[in-house]
C-alpha cells in the first residue's frame, strides 16, 4: 500500500476513534443539571470571565504550537534549511489534540503530529528520516512540559504546605522523586538523542521556558472558570491562583486514560480548592481546552485536504 494513503487512513481512524469517544462521554456525563443551574445563575462578570477564558484557548494552542516549531526547527536541521513553519506547527498541533483524547497521557499527540508532518513532507525528506525527530522531539517537549509543571507546582507547595494534608506526605515523597528522576533525565537527554536529533541544552531550558509561559495561560484559564463558577470558596483570587499550579501537578502525576481523564481532573479541583463547583471548573476547563481544539483541528483537515 502506498505510503500517502496509509497515513492518510491512519488519520481518519484516529480522526472517528476520538469523535465516537467525544460522543459517548458527552452522552454519559451526570453533572448537567448541576452546570446547568451553576450557569443560570451567572451574573455578566461571570460570562465575560468564560469568555476571556475561552478567548485564551487559541493563545494556548498557539503557545505549543511555537514550542512545537522551535523543537522541530532544531530537530530538523540536519535534514533541511526549510524549518517547519508557524502556520504549520498550529495545524500539527490541533490535529494532535484528536489522538490525545485516544491515548493515556496524551502520548499519541506527538506521533499525530508526525503523521501530519511526514505526509506534507515526505516527498522532500523521507517519512523513515523524519520519523526518529519527530519522536525524540516529542520526547523532549514532554519531559519539558512536565517539568514545567513539576518545578511550579512544588513551588506552590513549599509557599502554602497545608495543601499536603489534602493528600499526605508519603504522595510528595513520590512527586519529589519523580522531580529528581525527571532532573536526570533532563540532563541526559542530550546524549540520549544525539543520534536523532541536533538536541543541546540550550534548546531544553529555551523549551522549559516557553512551558512555564504555557502553564500561566492554564493557570489563569482555570483561574476564570473558578471564579466565574464560585469555586474559589475562601480562597480568594490571589489564593485560588496560587494553588492552581498545586492542580496542575496532581492531575500530571495520576496515572490516568482518556475515559476517565475529565473525573480525575474534576475530583484533583475538588481537593485542591474544597468546593464541590471546582469539579464542574475542571471539567468545563478540559471541555474549552480539548473539545474546542479538536473541532479547529478537523475543520483544518478537512480544509487542507
Not at 134 to 149: Q, R, W
Not at 237 to 264: C, K, Q, W
Amino acid at each position: 500500500m502506498d505510503k500517502r494513503r496509509l497515513i492518510h487512513i491512519i488519520e481518519w481512524v484516529i480522526a472517528i476513534a476520538a469523535c465516537a469517544w467525544l460522543v459517548w462521554k458527552l452522552a454519559t456525563y451526570e453533572d448537567y443539571a448541576a452546570l446547568g443551574e451553576c450557569l443560570r445563575s451567572m451574573g455578566w462578570a461571570q460570562w465575560l470571565a468564560i469568555g476571556l477564558c475561552t478567548a485564551l484557548m487559541p493563545v494556548n494552542m498557539a503557545l505549543e504550537a511555537w514550542r512545537w516549531m522551535t523543537l522541530m526547527g532544531e530537530g530538523m536541521n540536519e535534514l533541511t534549511d526549510e524549518r517547519l513553519t508557524f502556520s504549520e506547527a498550529q495545524r500539527q498541533v490541533y490535529y494532535s489534540k484528536l489522538a490525545g483524547l485516544i491515548t493515556p497521557w496524551r502520548l499519541g499527540e506527538y506521533p499525530a503530529r508526525g503523521l501530519l508532518l511526514t505526509n506534507e513532507r515526505m516527498n522532500e525528506l523521507g517519512s523513515e528520516r523524519i520519523w526518529p525527530k519527530v519522536l525524540s522531539m516529542g520526547a523532549v517537549g514532554s519531559a519539558t512540559m512536565t517539568g514545567a509543571i513539576l518545578i511550579a507546582g512544588l513551588l506552590a507547595i513549599a509557599v502554602q504546605p497545608s495543601i499536603v494534608a489534602y493528600v499526605g506526605g508519603s504522595y510528595m515523597y513520590t512527586v519529589g522523586g519523580a522531580m529528581v528522576l525527571l532532573t536526570g533525565v533532563f540532563f541526559l537527554m542530550p546524549k540520549i538523542f544525539r543520534q536523532w536529533a541536533d538536541l543541546h541544552y540550550g534548546l531544553l531550558f529555551y523549551s522549559l521556558f516557553q512551558s512555564f509561559i504555557r502553564l500561566v495561560c492554564w493557570c489563569v484559564q482555570l483561574m476564570l472558570v473558578l471564579y466565574a463558577l464560585g469555586a474559589l470558596g475562601d480562597l480568594g483570587v490571589l489564593g485560588g491562583l496560587g494553588l492552581t499550579p498545586v492542580y496542575y501537578l496532581f492531575v500530571t502525576i495520576t496515572p490516568n486514560v482518556p475515559v476517565v481523564e475529565a473525573g480525575v481532573r474534576g475530583a484533583w479541583a475538588i481537593v485542591v480548592f474544597g468546593t464541590m463547583n471546582a469539579a464542574l471548573a475542571g471539567v468545563l476547563l478540559w471541555a474549552i481546552n480539548t473539545l474546542l481544539p479538536c473541532a479547529i483541528g478537523l475543520f483544518l483537515r478537512k480544509k487542507q485536504q
